[in-house]
């Protein structure tokens, strides 16, 4: 594998990195820059390649779990922040988690073959492009004004079962778990801020979860070749992730999702009159 074909890999890991936890949908980004210039089902099976834009999801939850690490061992019991017990009853706790991934878990397993058959489109990418700015601006004008939950640690059962039903939409390409989940949230009366936490600590077991079943189901289709391909594209979206998330998490507060939905709609109406 040249040169250049690194570069498509490092150039994806980037696009991952960088979209996968902002609302703009990092599955949408990468379909339309793979299908409209870096087209690397030319030297990757259809399966390689599918597989490939969910295997370099991996390199961003390893950003996430670094970023949010305490959190994660103190829900898994190894430790973490809380010094007594009563602060413990009030902290996020990984049952509230696991309901909140329970609705889109079943879905995408269930649909999982029908998604990476007929939805991995640029023209279905765009659809969910525009609906899901739709919710975003919706979520922005109706809610988020008068938070009543803002902090992660705050989020009740109720509403992470109802976080959970929203992200439902997400497995629609192009319509963004992040997009969904926080603009869910913010209906919800979570503030941006505790939306966005939440989302992405829901993220690492749904995303490593479809990753490994991924990887499962078209082990065969992969090569040795390939390997240096799948690397690079790893590495790179851990990185560019590390660098978006934390800069996402310090801004959410001030800009919301409005702006985001504006550069959503935009861009499916670049990409259509352009390319389609």
Known sequence: MDFIMILKAIILGFVEGMTEFAPVSSTGHMIIVDDMWLNTKEFLSKYEAN?????????????????????????????????????????????????????AGILGVLFEDYIDEHLFSTETVLIGLVIGAFLMIFADIF?????????????????????????????????????????????????????????????????????????????????VDALPFFIAGFISAFVFALISIRFFLKMINKVKLIPFAIYRIVLAGVIYFIFL
């Open 143 to 223: 809610g988020g004004k008068d938070p009543k939950t803002v902090s992660v640690d705050q989020i009740t059962y109720k509403q992470a079962l109802s976080i959970g039903l929203i992200q439902c939409f997400s497995l629609w390409p192009g319509f963004s778990r992040s997009g969904s989940t926080i603009s869910g949230g913010v209906l919800l009366g979570l503030s941006h801020r505790a939306a966005a936490d939440f989302t992405f600590i829901m993220a690492v077991p749904i995303m490593a979860g479809a990753s490994f079943l991924s990887l499962i189901k078209n082990l065969e289709y992969f090569s």
């Open 51 to 103: 597989t490939f834009k969910v295997v370099i999801q991996l390199g961003s939850i390893l950003a996430v779990v670094i970023i949010f690490k305490e959190r994660f061992m103190e829900m898994l019991g190894l430790g973490g922040r809380s010094k007594n017990s009563e602060e413990k009853q009030s902290r996020l706790k990984l049952s509230q988690v696991i309901v909140g991934l329970i609705p």
